[in-house]
Every structure is written in structure tokens, then in C-alpha cells.
């Protein structure tokens, strides 16, 4: 099992630019999740998804889509690129909740927006 | 409403010593606890978890303390190594269902 991918590993965009963050796995977990981590902010959840079909907003959803048309892949879509978004995300999967909680992480797509 | 914080945004040891790493919680709903290490340019990593039905549970060199009475989580590290050098992070599985993380602990350990 590869877990969870993320591509790509560094992005610099422009201001307004659009573009996407992708995430796969292959472990069949149903809840997917987008978290980005700023300094001294640890990690703040996007969205996430409980299965395909269904996505739901997190702590700080502006500025991000997603959608879930399978059950491997979890895309963000930043729509409008600004410079308060460079960060770097992090997307997550785990069985549902009461078979197994654990979050398992990508690497992690270090993206600057100038 | 619910936060999940470390006490202490760094923390420093000497190689061979135990490390404890505090971490306070709000919802005292959350049945479900995790520990994360970070090191550095790559992803969160599990560690250990607890849920709250338990007081503590060990791993392999780490043990993990659950006191729900004044909602507190720590870790501790035995025989702390050069490895062993990274962010921590508590997070907390609330009634919600989402994981909620504190802002991370740095853990240097020193030779």
C-alpha cells in the first residue's frame, strides 16, 4: 500500500491563479480530510468527506472546494489563489469512525501564493 | 468552545532522559485521544492513542496519561534519542466526530 499521496510536493502560484491539490489512497478509507498547517497554528481543518458523494465544511473552509466522486481520491481546489493561503496542506484519511479513528497523512503540498 | 493546547511550545532534553509532553483539552465530550509526531517536511505520523474509558496505555518506549478530571493528556518518552526530535501534536476526537489538534509541542533533544 502506497497510504496516502499528494501531489504535487511544492506549488508557487500567483495571486488569482487557480489550481489543484490532489490526494489518493488506497487503503479504502471512507472519511478523507484537507488540514493546512501554518506556523504556531498547528493543523486546521478544510474539509473533509465521510464518503464519496458527501463533502462537509471544517474550521476554515473559505477559499477551498472539494468534491469526493470516488472513494480514492479527495481534490482542493483553490479557485482564486491569495497570499493569506500559502501554507502547507496536509490531507488525511481513516476508516469511520468506531472501526478506526487513526488519521493516516500525506507528505504534505508546501504551496506559495505571491 | 473546543481547543486542544499544549502547555509548553518547546521543550528541550538531554539524551537519555524521559520526556513529558502536557497537553490540556476542553470538551470533556471527546472520548478519543491521539498523539502525532512531526518531524520536519513531512507529515504527521501516529504515535499512540487512548480513549477515555482508560487512564493510560503504553507503546514501545512512550506512554500516553488520560486524567479526565481536569482534561489533561501527556506523553511520555523513555530514554529520549537524537530520533526522537520533532513537533509533537495532541488532538482530540470530539463528539463531532473530527479530530481537533493543539499547536504542538517541539521536542530538541540534546547530546
Known amino acids: 500500500n502506497a497510504g496516502v499521496t499528494q501531489t504535487p510536493k511544492f506549488q508557487v502560484l500567483k495571486t488569482g491563479q487557480s489550481m489543484t491539490l490532489q490526494c489518493a489512497q488506497d487503503?479504502?478509507?471512507?472519511?478523507m480530510s484537507w488540514y493546512r498547517q501554518d506556523p504556531g497554528m498547528g493543523l486546521r481543518l478544510i474539509h473533509y468527506?465521510?464518503?464519496?458523494?458527501?463533502?462537509d465544511q471544517g474550521e476554515v473552509p473559505n477559499g477551498y472546494n472539494v468534491s469526493r466522486s470516488t472513494t480514492e481520491d479527495f481534490p482542493l481546489r483553490l479557485l482564486s489563489a491569495a497570499p493569506s493561503q500559502t501554507s502547507v496542506y496536509f490531507c488525511?484519511?481513516?476508516?469511520?469512525?468506531?472501526?478506526?479513528?487513526?488519521?493516516?497523512f500525506g507528505s504534505g503540498t508546501q504551496l506559495s501564493v505571491l | 468552545g473546543e481547543s486542544v493546547g499544549l502547555h509548553l511550545p518547546t521543550l528541550s532534553v538531554q539524551e537519555g532522559d524521559n520526556s513529558i509532553i502536557n497537553c490540556a483539552y476542553s470538551?470533556?465530550?471527546?472520548?478519543?485521544f491521539i498523539w502525532y509526531k512531526q518531524e520536519s517536511g513531512k507529515g504527521p505520523q501516529f504515535i499512540i492513542d487512548i480513549r477515555s474509558n482508560m487512564d493510560k496505555r503504553q507503546g514501545q518506549r512512550v506512554t500516553v496519561l488520560l486524567n479526565k478530571t481536569v482534561k489533561h493528556l501527556s506523553l511520555q518518552i523513555a530514554a529520549t534519542q537524537p530520533g526522537d526530535s520533532a513537533v509533537y501534536f495532541c488532538?482530540?476526537?470530539?463528539?463531532?466526530?473530527?479530530?481537533?489538534f493543539g499547536q504542538g509541542t517541539t521536542l530538541q533533544v540534546k547530546p
Open positions: 488525511a484519511s481513516k476508516k469511520p469512525r468506531g472501526v478506526n479513528e487513526k488519521l493516516f
Open positions: 468527506s465521510v464518503g464519496a458523494g458527501i463533502t
Open positions: 487503503m479504502n478509507h471512507e472519511y
Open positions: 470538551n470533556s465530550a471527546s472520548d478519543y
Open positions: 488532538a482530540e476526537n470530539s463528539n463531532t466526530g473530527k479530530l481537533i
